[in-house]
Structure formats: structure tokens, C-alpha cells
């Protein structure tokens, strides 16, 4: 393979300007500066428009107390929740309505097994 040149095209080396990444990364800290300077004055005025006193009354508030008119044993367990899958068990194994005007209910998935089997049975006769 042969090289043309070409000697209108000039070649600049592949470097990068360091002045002017110096004056992009000073730019930035000086901008992020100035941002959290404008940022901490609007927090302290809109402070001062909420409390016009500078008072701070939950400052001085102690640890917290214990509620007297809480019933702990509201919120206390006395025996352990049925896990999911012993719901999904006893739902399965149970009769309920599902809707008594349609006359839909819900037998023990047993029964309804047999009950299937049985339809099956009949329909092939």
C-alpha cells in the first residue's frame, strides 16, 4: 500500500488544551460554590418567614415520654397468623357462597375433583 500525501492538509497532534480544562474545572467549583451560597440563603430566608422569632421550642423537648392512654395490647399478637399457604389449605377444604342469588358456591376441591370426574364420566357414556 502506498501513502499519498496530501499537502494542503496540515497534521495537529492529538492533545488536549490543559488551559482551558483548568478554566472549565475552575468554572464548575466556582459555580457549585456559588450555587450552594444562593441555596443557604433562600433556605435561611424562607426560615425566617416560617419563625420570625429564630425560636426553636422542640429544641429544648425531652426524650419522649410513655403514652398513658396506649393499650399495648392493642397492637400485641396472641397467637401467630396462619401462614399463606394454610389459608389457601383451609379456603380449599371449606364451603362458602360465592353468590347464593346465582347458586355459585364453593365445595372442598375434593368433592369437586370427584364431582368433575364423575360429569366426564357420564358425558362419554
Same mark, same amino acid.
Given at each position: 500500500? $502506498?501513502?499519498? @500525501? &496530501?499537502?494542503?492538509?496540515?497534521?495537529?497532534?492529538?492533545?488536549?488544551?490543559?488551559? %482551558?480544562?483548568?478554566? *472549565?474545572?475552575?468554572?464548575?467549583?466556582?459555580? #457549585?460554590? %456559588?450555587?450552594?451560597? =444562593?441555596?443557604?440563603? %433562600?433556605?435561611?430566608?424562607?426560615? $425566617?418567614?416560617?419563625?420570625? #422569632?429564630?425560636?426553636?421550642?422542640?429544641?429544648? %423537648?425531652?426524650?419522649?415520654?410513655?403514652?398513658?392512654?396506649?393499650?399495648?395490647?392493642?397492637?400485641?399478637?396472641?397467637?401467630? @397468623?396462619? $401462614?399463606? =399457604?394454610?389459608?389457601?389449605?383451609?379456603?380449599?377444604? #371449606?364451603?362458602?357462597?360465592?353468590?347464593?342469588? &346465582?347458586? =355459585?358456591? @364453593?365445595?372442598?376441591?375434593?368433592?369437586?375433583?370427584? $364431582? *368433575? *370426574?364423575?360429569?366426564?364420566?357420564?358425558?362419554?357414556?
Amino acid at each position: 500500500m $502506498s501513502e499519498e @500525501r &496530501h499537502d494542503e492538509l496540515q497534521f495537529a497532534p492529538d492533545e488536549v488544551p490543559r488551559r %482551558l480544562l483548568i478554566r *472549565v474545572a475552575l468554572a464548575t467549583v466556582v459555580i #457549585s460554590l %456559588l450555587l450552594c451560597v =444562593v441555596a443557604y440563603v %433562600l433556605l435561611r430566608a424562607r426560615e $425566617s418567614q416560617l419563625r420570625p #422569632s429564630h425560636e426553636w421550642p422542640e429544641a429544648r %423537648l425531652g426524650a419522649p415520654g410513655e403514652a398513658a392512654a396506649i393499650r399495648p395490647d392493642v397492637f400485641e399478637r396472641d397467637r401467630p @397468623r396462619p $401462614s399463606l =399457604v394454610e389459608a389457601q389449605r383451609k379456603r380449599l377444604q #371449606s364451603y362458602q357462597w360465592i353468590d347464593r342469588a &346465582h347458586q =355459585v358456591a @364453593r365445595i372442598p376441591i375434593d368433592q369437586a375433583i370427584d $364431582s *368433575v *370426574v364423575e360429569q366426564n364420566r357420564k358425558g362419554a357414556q
